[in-house]
């Protein structure tokens, strides 16, 4: 990445703001908050469900919404990175949302279960006497996550250059 108005890539900035002592630990709060502030264009995006709306069956984008979590990483490595991970909880187990965005979803088959009779070989296997609902796989529109993350990442980017030159006009000045 460049930053339009010195010219400095993020790994010369990075460092400037190391040499800059105890006022570059501010300079460093700063970016780093300007980091989470355009991560979280990416993560409203994401967890929108008009966003997601056109990828997903009719009533779903809601209940994903919900159980939508986010966790942002700004890290000073060689050069400055943001990580925007994204997951999903269920009511037991995590979604699986790489199978989502690639375009499939695999749920229970709604009002199918069973209950089993008295005397049914079944019951060694299902002791609580109801037999689980089969699950079907359906095929979605991918890029649910993928797509709508990187609708918002230019926005996302330009609000992290504008921080890092603001930045970088600041340790120039001293």
Do not use: C
Request: net charge positive.
């Amino acid at each position: 990445m460049r930053v339009h108005s010195s010219g400095m890539t993020a790994h010369q900035l990075a460092h400037r703001i190391n040499a800059q002592g105890t006022k570059g630990k501010g300079l460093a709060r700063q970016l780093d908050r300007a980091g989470r502030e355009a991560s979280g264009d990416i993560v409203a995006a994401v967890t929108n469900p008009t966003n997601t709306a056109p990828y997903l069956p009719r009533g779903y984008e809601d209940v994903l919404a919900r159980s939508l979590r986010t966790k942002t990483e700004v890290r000073l490595l060689r050069e400055r990175t943001i990580t925007v991970v994204v997951w999903a909880e269920g009511k037991r187990y995590r979604r699986h949302l790489d199978r989502i965005d690639a375009g499939t979803l695999k749920h229970p088959v709604f009002g199918r279960g069973r209950r089993l009779r008295a005397r049914s070989p079944l019951r060694e296997k299902f002791p609580s006497g109801r037999y689980p609902n089969p699950w079907v796989a359906q095929t979605l529109r991918s890029g649910v996550i993928s797509r709508t993350g990187a609708s918002a990442m230019p926005r996302a980017v330009q609000r992290f250059q504008n921080a890092a030159a603001r930045i970088a006009t600041e340790i120039e000045r001293g």
